[in-house]
């Protein structure tokens, strides 16, 4: 990370609003819960915060809630408030308790980041268990398809957890992850991944701390039928499944044609629904960027936030299974965090006159991917970067300034403050330490976006006096943290990074947040620093354009990624001059060994997936051996797309050319990624 430069500073200036006069003030007027407490675990509280400013605005609201015996955690990071006549009102904090009973401190932090003004005002609100005995209940939350579970107290050092199952036992029971014991409060688990309309028995166990289990009483439980509002995709079975380990498919719906808004659902290896999730009822989009342990889920999700111009990808949020929100940040409060921190690109990109200057740079919008799988329970999540270079840049054509869109690495703590940042343009010219990754090394092919692109996130510096078109320079699609580089357990992680438009996979140095975001390797076809050990004699060997790279098994196995293949049936079509060869124009699945020391890559399968996906994708190493792939927006036609997730088996040896064994062939419409899962309480470990 930089120190804060000359636009850096110009920028702090602007938004701390030295010319704010002296007596702004924040005033709170109400503070209030839409229910009177007390209320029972699993009730819907809708908080409102009201407030006036002497000084223009605008007014944020963050909430901050204290558990019983916990400590205070952000839970709605600072947005802007709706102002009438200067009046502000928050945006609405809907809080789901579904933790332990007992006294709950809640906060609101209201502040004006341009006056520096601020105020806060904290009340307190009892929570009453849902078990008024010694018999567990179950109830119904607002999604049909998933329940509440709540048992009575277990003791101190033993763990608890939920095992349901259909009535009819047609299929095989499911539980929940251990949940360690909190006397004197009870126990509550959100049971999901039942099908609709369904009755269910499900029954808590106990396990004590010599291991032993016991069995709770049983309960009965009937799901609810799929909303009639929501128009949910449907799935056809191509190739059943042989193998049932992983039961059930998470599919994130994401659509890039223009089709149908679907929900995000969960399947049974048959394509019937399990479970969904539809973010503001499907009116704006989301990405399921990872499943987490337990059953939380991390979402990227469109909404206002600061900025009024835009709503794409501007929240990062985590829900639980029945959908409420377990926390949430935002892009303009992520700037300011990133400002304080010195990013000289990290702030908003309104501050800028039109045209903007060379040399301008900003953030705007999360993209892609966010993961949870740093040490403490940390995140880091990927963010589009623009700034503008001098005409010529990247061969672009125009006579004026090109805008150029690069990422940043943000890593946040537990309340999702910005702690460790790595930023593409950093230093100027180029990725940071790496002479092979600076500005001038153009994409492959040469993407572009325009202000409303599909694929593109939200581009805010183009105008009059720019390059009609921003070069779409690295276009990052997935991040994993390499918890011990696959050598000693003691040594700190890393980041590998995935850049689809440079066909390179990518280690930054992150050691753990103490690292100097370096540039350590890059892998691909494009000068990267491996040599590909083509032991199946390819004519085009390297992935181009991938998707979802993780190194599976913990750090310990081989990579694998979902190989979209643009860039070799790009070559192959145009480069060659000829039509494609069979199976020269389908996207494969790949998983590979690679050597540090050496600088080798050698591929252990290459699956021809049968047709190909020029966007998204998924890929993963399944417990039995198998590997799963989401082939996922297929154009069959004018207005045909659909997405296959495949369970494909190795052959003994693993082919490179020839079609997958598919064991599972499950075709639905498309999707931006997919996990095949024991279930929705056990993530894949990539």
Same mark, same amino acid.
């Given at each position: 990370?930089?120190? @804060?430069?000359?636009? @850096?500073?110009?920028?702090?200036?602007?938004?701390?609003?030295?010319?704010?006069?002296?007596?702004?003030?924040?005033?709170?007027?109400?503070?209030?819960?839409?229910?009177?407490?007390?209320?029972?675990?699993?009730?819907?509280?809708?908080?409102?915060?009201?407030?006036?400013?002497?000084?223009?605005?605008? %007014?944020?609201?963050?909430?901050?809630?204290?558990?019983?015996?916990? &400590?205070?955690?952000?839970?709605?990071?600072?947005?802007?408030?709706?102002?009438?006549?200067?009046?502000?009102?928050?945006?609405?904090?809907?809080?789901?308790?579904?933790?332990?009973?007992?006294?709950?401190?809640?906060?609101?932090?209201?502040?004006?980041?341009?006056?520096?003004?601020?105020?806060?005002?904290?009340?307190?609100?009892?929570?009453?268990?849902?078990?008024?005995?010694?018999?567990?209940?179950?109830?119904?939350?607002?999604?049909?398809?998933?329940?509440?579970?709540?048992?009575?107290? @277990?003791?101190?050092?033993?763990? $608890?957890?939920?095992?349901?199952?259909?009535?009819?036992?047609?299929?095989?029971?499911?539980?929940?992850?251990?949940?360690?014991?909190?006397?004197?409060?009870?126990?509550?688990?959100?049971?999901?991944?039942?099908?609709?309309?369904?009755?269910?028995? $499900? !029954? &808590?166990?106990?396990?004590?701390?010599?291991?032993?289990?016991?069995?709770?009483?049983?309960?009965?439980?009937?799901?609810?039928?799929?909303?009639?509002?929501?128009?949910?995709?449907?799935?056809?079975?191509?190739?059943?499944?042989?193998?049932?380990?992983?039961?059930?498919?998470?599919?994130?719906?994401?659509?890039?044609?223009?089709?149908?808004?679907?929900?995000?659902?969960?399947?049974?290896?048959?394509?019937?629904?399990?479970?969904?999730?539809?973010?503001?009822?499907?009116?704006?989009?989301?990405?399921?960027?990872?499943?987490?342990?337990?059953?939380?889920?991390?979402?990227?999700?469109?909404?206002?936030?600061?900025?009024?111009?835009?709503?794409?990808?501007?929240?990062?949020?985590?829900?639980?299974?029945?959908?409420?929100?377990?926390?949430?940040?935002?892009?303009?409060?992520?700037?300011?965090? %990133?400002?304080?921190?010195?990013?000289?690109?990290?702030?908003?990109?309104?501050?800028?006159?039109?045209?903007?200057?060379?040399? &301008?740079? @900003?953030?705007?919008?999360?993209?892609?991917?966010?993961?949870?799988?740093?040490?403490?329970?940390?995140?880091?999540?990927?963010?589009?970067?623009?700034?503008?270079?001098?005409?010529?840049?990247?061969?672009?054509? +125009?006579?004026?300034?090109?805008?150029?869109?690069?990422?940043?690495?943000?890593?946040?703590?537990?309340?999702?403050?910005?702690?460790?940042?790595?930023?593409?343009?950093?230093?100027?010219?180029?990725?940071?330490? !790496?002479?092979?990754?600076?500005?001038?090394?153009?994409?492959? %092919?040469?993407?572009?976006?325009?202000?409303?692109?599909?694929?593109?996130?939200?581009?805010?510096?183009?105008?009059?006096?720019?390059?009609?078109?921003?070069?779409?320079?690295?276009?990052?699609?997935?991040?994993?943290?390499?918890?011990?580089?696959?050598?000693?357990?003691?040594?700190?992680?890393?980041?590998?990074?995935?850049?689809?438009?440079?066909?390179?996979?990518?280690?930054?140095?992150?050691?753990?947040?103490?690292? +100097?975001?370096?540039?350590?390797?890059?892998?691909?076809?494009?000068?990267?620093?491996?040599?590909?050990?083509?032991?199946?004699?390819?004519?085009?060997?390297?992935?181009?354009?991938?998707?979802?790279?993780?190194?599976?098994?913990?750090?310990?196995?081989?990579?694998?990624?979902?190989?979209?293949?643009?860039?070799?049936?790009?070559?192959?079509?145009?480069?060659?001059?000829?039509?494609?060869?069979?199976?020269?124009?389908?996207?494969?699945?790949?998983?590979?060994?690679?050597?540090?020391?050496?600088?080798?890559?050698?591929?252990?399968?290459?699956?021809?997936?049968?047709?190909?996906?020029?966007?998204?994708?998924?890929?993963?190493?399944?417990?039995?051996?198998?590997?799963?792939?989401?082939?996922?927006?297929?154009?069959?036609?004018?207005?045909?797309?659909?997405?296959?997730?495949?369970?494909?088996?190795?052959?003994?040896?693993?082919?490179?050319?020839?079609?997958?064994?598919?064991?599972?062939?499950?075709?639905?419409?498309?999707?931006?990624?997919?996990?095949?899962?024991?279930?929705?309480?056990?993530?894949?470990?990539?």
């Amino acid at each position: 990370m930089k120190t @804060c430069n000359r636009i @850096c500073l110009v920028l702090i200036a602007l938004l701390a609003g030295s010319s704010a006069p002296a007596f702004a003030t924040v005033a709170i007027v109400s503070f209030t819960p839409s229910l009177a407490a007390p209320q029972p675990i699993g009730s819907v509280i809708t908080w409102t915060a009201v407030a006036t400013d002497s000084n223009a605005g605008p %007014l944020t609201f963050r909430f901050v809630v204290t558990p019983p015996g916990g &400590a205070p955690a952000i839970v709605k990071d600072f947005n802007t408030g709706t102002n009438i006549s200067g009046t502000w009102t928050s945006r609405p904090f809907v809080w789901v308790p579904t933790g332990k009973e007992g006294t709950y401190t809640f906060e609101v932090v209201i502040k004006d980041f341009i006056a520096g003004e601020s105020s806060s005002s904290t009340t307190t609100y009892q929570i009453n268990p849902l078990v008024t005995g010694n018999t567990p209940v179950v109830e119904a939350t607002a999604n049909p398809l998933v329940a509440l579970f709540s048992a009575p107290s @277990c003791g101190s050092g033993s763990s $608890m957890r939920v095992a349901f199952q259909e009535q009819s036992g047609g299929t095989p029971a499911v539980a929940t992850n251990w949940v360690p014991c909190h006397p004197p409060a009870t126990m509550t688990f959100e049971i999901a991944g039942m099908y609709p309309s369904t009755p269910y028995n $499900m !029954y &808590a166990q106990t396990k004590n701390t010599n291991g032993r289990i016991t069995n709770g009483p049983t309960l009965t439980f009937t799901t609810g039928a799929l909303p009639t509002t929501i128009v949910f995709p449907t799935y056809t079975v191509l190739t059943p499944a042989s193998d049932t380990t992983y039961p059930v498919i998470l599919h994130n719906q994401k659509t890039l044609a223009g089709g149908a808004v679907y929900p995000d659902v969960a399947t049974d290896l048959q394509g019937q629904i399990m479970w969904y999730y539809s973010a503001n009822d499907v009116t704006l989009g989301d990405i399921l960027t990872r499943p987490l342990r337990g059953g939380g889920i991390l979402t990227i999700q469109d909404d206002d936030a600061w900025n009024p111009t835009a709503t794409k990808e501007q929240l990062l949020r985590q829900i639980d299974l029945a959908g409420n929100l377990v926390q949430e940040t935002n892009v303009g409060v992520i700037q300011q965090q %990133l400002l304080a921190l010195g990013a000289v690109d990290g702030g908003p990109c309104s501050v800028f006159s039109s045209p903007p200057p060379i040399g &301008a740079g @900003c953030t705007g919008a999360f993209h892609h991917d966010a993961i949870q799988t740093l040490p403490n329970g940390w995140t880091a999540a990927l963010l589009d970067v623009e700034k503008i270079y001098p005409p010529g840049t990247q061969d672009n054509t +125009s006579p004026d300034p090109v805008d150029i869109i690069g990422d940043m690495i943000i890593v946040m703590d537990t309340n999702w403050q910005v702690q460790w940042y790595w930023d593409s343009f950093d230093p100027d010219g180029g990725a940071k330490g !790496y002479d092979g990754l600076r500005v001038s090394r153009i994409a492959p %092919l040469n993407e572009t976006c325009g202000t409303d692109t599909s694929g593109c996130p939200p581009v805010f510096l183009l105008g009059n006096g720019i390059a009609p078109l921003a070069q779409d320079w690295l276009h990052a699609n997935s991040l994993y943290y390499w918890p011990n580089d696959g050598s000693s357990s003691a040594q700190p992680g890393d980041i590998i990074w995935s850049s689809r438009n440079q066909d390179l996979v990518v280690k930054i140095d992150y050691k753990d947040g103490n690292g +100097s975001g370096d540039i350590l390797w890059t892998m691909g076809p494009n000068n990267g620093n491996f040599t590909f050990v083509n032991v199946y004699n390819d004519p085009w060997p390297w992935f181009s354009h991938q998707h979802d790279v993780g190194i599976e098994d913990n750090g310990q196995g081989v990579m694998s990624l979902f190989d979209n293949g643009n860039t070799r049936i790009s070559d192959t079509i145009f480069g060659l001059g000829e039509n494609c060869a069979p199976f020269d124009c389908d996207s494969r699945g790949m998983a590979l060994t690679f050597n540090g020391s050496t600088k080798q890559v050698t591929p252990v399968v290459s699956f021809d997936l049968g047709s190909y996906s020029p966007a998204m994708g998924s890929a993963q190493l399944l417990g039995n051996g198998n590997y799963f792939f989401d082939n996922p927006v297929v154009v069959l036609g004018v207005q045909s797309v659909i997405a296959y997730d495949l369970e494909i088996a190795p052959f003994p040896p693993a082919p490179e050319v020839a079609p997958a064994n598919f064991l599972l062939d499950l075709a639905g419409p498309e999707q931006y990624r997919a996990w095949q899962l024991p279930s929705l309480y056990f993530p894949p470990t990539t």
